[in-house]
């Protein structure tokens, strides 16, 4: 039983940060120890409204500080990798926004890294805690939905601004990178009902006209060990937000309107030659239960669903994507080099 709370320590006063850890930390008595930004205003902001103890100067403060014993990372893609290790390399465990590096070899290089340590990395990929998800899996384990035939999986958004990092691609940007892996990610938690991982087909691409190399969407295919087949569907500069999930087994289907931001949608609409039902499954956050996965991981020693094994096989998935499409993986990236710290005191 987890009761001692986790002191965590936060990299940069990211968009993300305050809706994936700070409000599930005060939800759950977790505590916020320190967080540093480039733009030390910023950090000061963030704490300020989010009850964070301290504000230090920069992020290697952050991991260097005694009294974190985990370091969640929302910065830009390209910098996950680095700023991960160096964690890894200070004895802290981390809670990584996905995905977790920036291509498979540096995936390869953090959970290598992490299993020398003995620490735990957790790749965000939080939909995966929510009802809503467990509910779809609950559906084919019970053979309600019959043998998996196909699956469709859908991430959408309207385009981010143009100077945003989720378009650079010297900092591992692009719509799999921010979207896509999610699609992929849901396709690849099926693998328990459908004969074991998907493989890829075929992925198809385009380019963003302003951001040379860089993906603005990615269609991919994929199939199953035991037949069945799946789309995983991204686009970062689409007419409106979608972020469905769809089952189709052999005696019903069931969909999920909104799998990434359960909390905004918590349906699942089921269909079979009984009718149609809609269950809904509740609108605390996914943040919240991941959270609370970690916290359990850390303390009680509980199985992780999306740990660092976990996290190659995403990244293995994507840069095959990339490739399959015409594209060159995410490079690893050369805006920071964070100190090589040592486990600290």
């Not at 305050?18 to 409000?23: L, M, Q």
């Not at 384990?141 to 469709?152: C, D, P």
């Not at 079979?272 to 991981?297: C, I």
């Amino acid at each position: 039983m987890t009761t001692e709370p986790l002191r965590i320590g936060v990299l940069g006063a990211a968009r993300i940060a305050g809706a994936a850890i700070a409000a599930p930390a005060r939800t759950t008595g977790h505590r916020l120890v320190a967080v540093a930004a480039r733009d030390r205003s910023r950090a000061a902001d963030f704490a300020a409204e989010h009850g964070v103890e301290r504000v230090l100067d920069t992020y290697a403060d952050v991991i260097a500080d005694p009294e974190v014993e985990a370091v969640y990372n929302p910065l830009a893609n390209g910098l996950h990798g680095p700023w991960n290790l160096a964690a890894i390399a200070a004895g802290k465990h981390v809670l990584s926004e996905k995905p977790s590096a920036s291509n498979l070899e540096e995936a390869v290089e953090v959970r290598d890294a992490a299993a020398k340590a003995g620490v735990v990395v957790m790749e965000a990929f939080h939909y995966l805690y929510h009802p809503v998800t467990r509910r779809l899996h609950e559906l084919l384990e019970s053979g309600e939905l019959g043998e998996l035939r196909h699956v469709e999986t859908v991430v959408n958004i309207p385009a981010p601004a143009d100077e945003d990092p989720r378009w650079s691609l010297p900092l591992a940007g692009g719509a799999v990178m921010d979207l896509g892996c999610y699609s992929l990610h849901a396709a690849r938690s099926l693998a328990p009902w459908a004969g074991g991982a998907p493989r890829l087909l075929a992925a198809r691409g385009g380019e963003r006209a302003v951001a040379p190399g860089v993906d603005e969407w990615l269609d991919a295919d994929l199939e199953y060990p035991g037949g069945a087949t799946a789309s995983a569907r991204c686009h970062m500069d689409a007419e409106a937000l979608e972020m469905s999930w769809r089952i189709v087994g052999s005696r019903g289907e069931a969909t999920a309107p909104c799998f990434v931001l359960p909390h905004t949608d918590d349906r699942v609409v089921v269909r079979t030659p009984d009718g149609e039902r809609v269950e809904e499954l509740g609108k605390r956050t996914s943040y919240t239960y991941q959270l609370e996965a970690f916290a359990a991981t850390l303390r009680d020693g509980a199985p992780l669903l999306t740990d660092a094994d976990d996290a190659v096989e995403s990244m293995r998935m994507i840069d095959a994507c990339y490739r399959a499409a015409g594209f060159e993986p995410r490079p690893r990236s050369a805006a920071v080099t964070p100190p090589a710290a040592g486990p600290s005191a």
